[in-house]
């Protein structure tokens, strides 16, 4: 069939729009696909992290679009935190049993009408570990954020329903009746519902019992919930998400023997060349994609040690990143010091990670690099069997504590050796700014820039790696 001049035209003019189109994606500029997940009818969420290796903290909350109250709610929830961690605790040092501050979050409820968020903070001051919960809710309706008393008719109510159901046979003899009361009436702090719809409080560690009992938890039977339910517990309840695990559990099935990385997509022998290693911790965020389009437009691979947790929240970007070229490694699954964690928490952290990455890139990583660099022989141990490699860093570009452009290139600038491994972070926007000049400042002189597997040629499993 003959086509007709003006159909000709149209499909040439088709043609350059691909064309323009394929031009705009090479520069990066069609990337307005946003990273984050996006829930089939649910709102988009990003996450927000802070931290630091001295003291030793990190916080990662959500950003949940058009709850711009409760994200401050959060985010002055967790700044408040992080100083009196840092005024109590942040002058204890280092080693394998440093303070720590771990703030971690999770969506209990999820809709149109209703936002419900609970944060779980653990606190270890060099002895002992407490943790405790906290939970917001936000009425989209109303714009505004509403107490947890909210959910219930009266915190009377509540704590009478709450102590019946300590009576129970099943409840834990070593809660103290009068101290829950005495918590309730102080406040209610972390009030949530079940997926199956039953009233759920939480008590801090060491708030109601002692602290070998950890955080407790009392669930209401279906008939307490529906006579303490309020209108607003009821939407609360239609609107609970379905539970997504923060804390991290053994995998169902043993880890798979580890397969080898894919090959470097350039052969390099750093015995003869000068090379370096760009590394990046914590992430991915939804900036990672700025900094995939930096490193793909200088043609540079890193090294990225990834949280499991926000895999599970950016998998895009995360594959995207193994697609170019990009080595992954595992952080753990929710940044804890792993060598204060039992055998099987610290098996969890590390396992979780590895088959999250594996599943969402079709590699299963061989590096891991612990968090705060805190580790001891049982940490290696266990990596090991996992067939994992530790990699801690030469060059710490600071730039976790300066937030700064300038500092953190002159950093690079004066501590680049061959051989070295530089750690920086991709969850500071301003360490992302910094990448361009970085590797400039490095090809100026003379590096090539390697992923941490080329660098090092065949890390063994179990052996640690810090290059000088
Ligand atoms: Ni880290």
């Not at 509540?158 to 009746?177: E, F, I, T, Y």
């Not at 098996?347 to 590096?367: H, I, K, M, N, S």
Request: proline share 8%; charged share 20%.
């Amino acid at each position: 069939m003959q086509h007709s001049p003006h159909r000709r035209r149209l499909a040439g003019l088709l043609a350059g729009l691909l064309v323009l189109l394929a031009a705009l994606a090479a520069c990066g500029i069609s990337a307005a696909r946003p990273s984050a997940v996006r829930h089939p009818g649910k709102p988009e969420v990003d996450t927000r992290s802070v931290s630091s290796n001295d003291p030793r903290y990190h916080a990662t909350w959500p950003q949940v679009r058009g709850a711009q109250p409760l994200t401050d709610a959060l985010g002055a929830y967790v700044a408040a935190q992080v100083r009196r961690f840092v005024a109590e605790d942040g002058t204890r040092g280092g080693g394998t049993a440093a303070p720590e501050l771990n703030i971690n979050w999770r969506l209990v409820a999820d809709d149109k009408a209703i936002v419900g968020v609970r944060l779980e903070r653990y606190r270890f001051a060099g002895a002992n570990g407490e943790t405790s919960g906290h939970t917001w809710w936000y009425d989209r309706a109303a714009g505004r954020l509403r107490p947890n008393a909210a959910l219930v008719t009266s915190p009377e109510a509540l704590r009478d329903a709450v102590l019946a159901a300590l009576q129970a046979p099943s409840a834990d003899h070593d809660v103290d009746r009068g101290l829950v009361a005495t918590s309730i009436a102080a406040g209610i702090g972390d009030l949530d519902l079940t997926t199956d719809g039953r009233l759920r409080i939480r008590f801090a560690q060491y708030e109601v019992a002692p602290g070998s009992s950890g955080v407790v938890t009392v669930v209401l039977d279906d008939a307490a919930t529906r006579d303490l339910l309020t209108p607003f517990g009821l939407i609360a309840r239609k609107a609970v998400a379905p539970s997504a695990s923060a804390s991290p559990s053994l995998p169902v099935t043993p880890p798979a023997p580890p397969v080898p990385p894919a090959p470097p997509a350039q052969n390099v022998d750093c015995r003869r060349e000068k090379c370096i290693a760009l590394t990046f911790d914590d992430g991915p965020v939804a900036d990672t994609t700025r900094l995939l389009r930096i490193l793909r437009r200088e043609q540079v691979p890193a090294t990225f040690f990834v949280l499991g947790q926000q895999v599970q929240m950016y998998p895009d970007t995360v594959a995207r990143a193994a697609r170019l070229g990009h080595e992954i490694g595992v952080h753990t699954w929710d940044h804890r010091q792993l060598t204060t964690l039992a055998p099987r928490r610290m098996l969890a952290e590390l396992a979780r990670t590895q088959q999250e990455v594996a599943d969402v890139t079709g590699v299963r990583p061989t590096l891991f690099r612990p968090p705060y660099g805190a580790s001891d022989r049982h940490v290696l141990r266990t990596a090991g069997r996992l067939g994992m490699a530790q990699v801690l860093w030469s060059i710490d570009t600071l730039d976790w504590k300066t937030l700064a452009v300038r500092p953190t290139v002159r950093e690079v600038r004066r501590s680049a050796r061959p051989g070295r491994i530089i750690l920086m972070h991709d969850i500071h926007r301003t360490s992302v700014d910094a990448v361009p000049r970085v590797i400039k400042v490095l090809r100026t002189q003379g590096y090539r820039l390697v992923t941490v597997s080329q660098l090092l040629g065949a890390p063994q499993p179990g052996q640690s790696y810090s290059q000088r």
